[in-house]
């Protein structure tokens, strides 16, 4: 129940994002991206919680199909923190080094 509110958390400030970046015409390849990469990590988050409520309940009573279950959440969730935070880190690089604008800031 936990990540199904994360995720709704999460979408709905995506989708706020998007509405806004239109309503305001600042919706280009680098919002969107901005907004991609907030969503995203809503989305670990939710599989964070996925991942805690399927350990708690695979302590209680295991099954293999429990155990197969939390393996491949343990998997995806890894998979999608790696490249995610190797994403945010080449964004945050090329901001640092001035190749693309920092967050609200407009080039002519």
Do not use: C
């Amino acid at each position: 129940m936990g990540a199904v509110v994360v995720v709704a958390l999460g979408a709905s400030q995506a989708i706020i994002a998007v509405v806004g970046a239109i309503f305001s015409r600042t919706a280009d390849e680098l919002r969107g991206r901005e907004i991609w990469l907030k969503f995203a990590t809503w989305i670990l988050l939710a599989l964070e919680f996925a991942l805690a409520a399927d350990i708690v309940h695979t302590a209680v009573a295991p099954t293999w199909e429990d155990i197969w279950k939390l393996a491949v959440i343990a998997v995806i969730r890894t998979m999608l923190n790696y490249f995610l935070a190797k994403d945010i880190a080449d964004f945050t690089r090329l901001q640092e080094s001035g190749q693309i604008p920092a967050s609200g800031t407009r080039q002519p």
